[in-house]
């Protein structure tokens, strides 16, 4: 077990060097642009698989992300609030708005959930749509400022923008690991199995979930605040239902069992995408039954593929 | 079993790497290309539009190419069309416009729908054509390298509007019934003013859902108002609330100020009595069109059947040709500020009909093409679109400046 | 404001709540069984609107003949969904909500591609208004309105006194009660799924004159019937998904009618919201499930 843990250490502290050695072996800003933008995905798929674990099943934590997109991007449009001091908003928007919801929303349970939050992501999105005197609805909000150090303007570079993405989803990972191995984190595991035995236990139900939710709605928030300054163009169907339906499916692929089966499912779904790009109008033919196929086979996530493979070889 | 499953899926996956590898691998021959960059959806909400328009570009590109391409500075360059499929999301936009700059080294990328105004954030910066499909006013303001021939709700709006004030006298009362897409936030703020110069009363606006079907409780809350004019576009959707508003007794007019498929009139059959349909838009296979595009109608449809969305599609070969004259006229291909000059400064002979650049006044760059405006009106007895005027852009553009010149 | 725009509101919300319903009545109906969301029903209607386009206008068949036709074909391809993938899933919701956002994408673009690019039509087979109560509407909606409560009555009664409908209901009150007295878990929900997707492909037929067919037509239609069965206490009695849909055609049309359309879609969510936040079984739910 201890060893097992420290390949998995070491495993991570190759990946994350990678990570920040990727733009300097190749510098392709299209590879940055695909790779910041999974990154953004990582942080709501684990943020998903946070709420998951106390048995909660969310499909609207796109809303959020628009949340602080929206949050961010009409504060520096409209009052020249820094992009950076606008992430830190955006985040805390969205994770005020999440506090507030969870509170109400969390007591409600298994499938009833799963529609509420899908009532939320629709309801957000509808909202921007009709709110036009400030949200400007389908036209969007063009023109976003991007992010810049001193007089230094990001611009076009992808770099600056792959680092502080990359930053970002570390500290947002750190901050969630750390949370779901802490005394909080067992409790949360506790929720997610038997809640009734959990409160038996002294674990304040509501409380904990409302943790738990706000904390990836937090992050959501940053990410999506983020992605408002990265694009420069902020738009409602980004944060509807369909958007919230791609994470969970991130998080699902790749395996909502364990934190790292989010990353893997984001990088292997995403990268399945632009890979099935080349069949232009014909990808969902293909992208549709290899979903079907993965769950088919690994009904536990692709992060339960190396497992078969060790087993079937012991057979 | 679990071993069975494996092999399975290894399989398939196998299977759909083999289908697509292939692409993938084809090499492309040592010839000159004239890349051309399309950012489309080609999955996601605007598919068959943007499906349409690949096949019909594609097509128009090889009767291009094959009769030896296009003649540049003495270089005889092919052009290549490089399809990049966006999913018809912001970040897919974008991603797709950086790699066809950043990895083809494209120059011109055509773009269809609202998230391509994202892909003007990689665009403008790169020194990049970017042609784009939105009637927003973002999408063109002090955005030097952005280009729209398209015709403009607003202008569209003035054509059809001065064509009724002048035929149709009985219409006095007039009310916006639109999809919430950026034309309908526009036709919201635009038609207050156009009604009052045109001495037509405007009594209200309701932009509705892009998924709405059922538009009897929206039409139960605006027919008691008593129009005679509904403004809407030429849409599905639109085209559904006209029936509904004819079963729900409404005997006046309507307007569709944006382009449509032709074939969406069709849906209101012979609901609406004949004539009272009235939009800027031609039946691309009639002898009303011009003849460009009825010739290309006549090869799209020999090749992929009747029954497409043309509209948008064929609005895209006034791109092409656009390009293709604009390069041959300023004598590169790469130099995007020289061939950004020759587009604007010169009036040319487009597929849909004479194009002069305008939009200084409103827009700060004058990257908006004007082309003229086909009233038309749906014949339902007949199933026939009947074009009724074709009003120059020259006589629009003055009202147009007039009314929303100062921005 | 008097009476009469007050029925015209009452009419034209019923109208388009009873057409909500066959694809609810569906939606929860396999739920109840299956335990999974099938994110993918609203294609089946997509597909049996297709499917009578198909029969009716390129075959030549008679439209109702059509229609039961593209019925069974519908609930063949349904049984087939269950058969190979659904039924691994049984009560196991988050692979199944990956798969049918699968199926989805799958069967919206083989019809986008399949099909040709354009929307289709299929022709009415009724034409006129009838004016009730001093509110005029189409005679087709009539129809429809008068069909689907004919088809919801049926499976109703099936439901109560056929033993399979019987065995549907059973399980669905206590799957394990019902499988110690011999009633095959399997066999029922192959079942539920030929009812849930025959009847889907019931209101694509019968809706198909009245809007138009699009290859997207379906997710929207499932996400209202979602919010029915939601109000109707999810996967229970079929009672509250009938007054479910009904409420949601009612609030949809008061709220447009009175304050607008696009408001009308946020308050419709809202209030699902917030009956869920008081009432979390459901507002005609009859059992509370945590």
Partial sequence: MNKNNRIKSLLLLVFTIIGFLFPVIRNDPYTLSLLLIIFVFIVAAVGFRLIYITGRLTIGQAAF??????????????????????????????GILALGIGYIVLRVGGVYFVIITLCLAEISKLFWLWWRPVTYGNSG???????????????????????????????????MYRMERSRIGIALHALGQNDVLAEHLGINRTRYRVLAFTTASFFCGVVGSFYAHYIHFVHPDQFGVMPSIMIQIYGIAGGIGVFFGPIVGSFVVAGLTEFLKIAKEFQPLIYGPLLVIIMLFLPKGLIGLPQMFFKSSKK | ??????????????????????????????????????????????????????????????????????????????????????????????????????????????????????????????KVLSFLSSSADQALLNKKYSIRVYPLVQMNDIALLEYISKNIPEVKRVCLLFKNDSSGILN?????????????????????????????????????????????????????????????????????????????????????????????????????????????????????????????????HNYLMLVVQAVKKAGTVDDTDKIRDVMVKNTWDLPWGKTRFVGKEVWGVDGQGIMPVFVSAWIGSKKKIKLLKVIPAEDVYPTFLKLFGKK | MNAQDILAMVINGLSSGLTLMLVALGLTLVFGILHIINLAHGELYMLGAYCVWWLSELMGFNYWFAIVLAMILIAFLGVLMERYLFRRFRAIMVPSLVVSIGLMLFLQSS???????????????????????????????????????????????????????????????????????????????????????????????????????????????????????????????????????????????FATTLIGPEIAEIILFLIIAFILLIRPSGFFGMELRT
């Fill in chain 3, 111 to 253: 019809i986008l591609l399949g099909t040709g690019m354009g929307d289709k039509e299929i022709e009415p087979v009724f034409h006129g208004q009838v004016t009730f109560l001093g509110t005029s509407l189409s005679l087709g909606r009539v129809i429809i309105g008068a069909v689907a409560t004919v088809l919801v009555i049926a499976v109703i009664l099936f439901l109560k006194y056929a033993r399979p409908g019987q065995a549907i209901r059973a399980v669905a009150q206590d799957a394990e009660a019902s499988s110690l007295q011999g009633i095959s878990m399997n066999s029922v929900s192959r079942l539920t799924m030929i009812i849930g997707s025959a009847l889907a492909a019931a209101a694509g037929g019968l809706l198909g004159p009245v809007f138009h067919l699009d290859y997207m037509m379906g997710f929207p239609v499932l996400l209202k019937a979602l919010l029915a069965i939601v109000l109707g206490g999810m996967g229970s009695v079929v009672g509250g998904v009938i007054l479910g849909s009904l409420v949601i055609g009612l609030v949809h049309s």
């Fill in chain 1, 65 to 94: 992300m628009g949340v602080g997109a929206y949050t961010s991007a009409l504060l520096s449009l409209n009052f020249g609030i820094n992009p950076w001091l606008g992430l830190l908003i955006g985040g805390i928007a969205a």
């Fill in chain 2, 188 to 316: 919201s703020q635009i038609l207050p003013k156009l009604c009052a110069h045109y001495g037509m009363e405007f009594i209200g606006d309701e932009l509705y859902s892009l998924t709405e079907t059922d538009f009897y409780p929206l039409l139960a809350r605006m027919l008691p108002r008593k129009p005679d004019l509904i403004v809407t576009d030429v849409g599905t959707g639109a085209a559904l609330m006209a029936k509904q508003a004819i079963e729900k007794g409404y005997k006046g007019f309507f307007m569709g100020t944006t382009l449509g498929a032709d074939i969406a009139w069709n849906k209101i059959g012979d609901k609406v009595p004949d004539g009272r349909f009235l939009g800027p838009v031609v039946d691309p296979g009639s002898k009303a069109a011009p003849r460009e595009i009825r010739e290309m109608t006549k090869r799209y449809e020999e090749k992929y059947g009747k029954g497409a969305p043309l509209d948008i599609a064929y609005l895209y």
């Fill in chain 2, 1 to 126: 079993m679990k071993k069975f499953g494996l092999t399975l899926m290894v399989l398939a996956v196998s299977l759909a790497l083999m289908t697509v590898v292939p692409f993938a691998m084809a090499k492309e021959k040592p010839v000159k290309y004239l890349k051309i960059g399309c950012n489309y959806g080609l999955t996601g909400v605007v598919a068959p539009a943007c499906i349409a328009s690949k096949r019909s570009l594609e097509l128009e590109v090889e009767r291009i190419n094959k009769k030896g391409g296009i003649v540049v500075g003495g270089q005889r360059y092919h052009i290549k069309l490089l399809f990049e499929d966006n999913g018809y999301t912001s970040e897919g936009s974008v991603a797709a416009a950086t790699k066809l700059i950043d990895r083809e080294n494209v120059k011109f990328i055509f773009n269809i729908g609202t998230p391509g105004l994202a892909q003007t954030s990689v665009t403008e910066p790169a």
């Fill in chain 1, 141 to 175: 909000l063009i023109d976003v400022p991007g992010f810049s150090i001193a007089s230094f303007q990001f611009g076009i570079n992808k770099i600056p923008y792959y680092y502080l993405s990359l930053i970002i989803m570390l500290v947002a990972l750190f901050v």
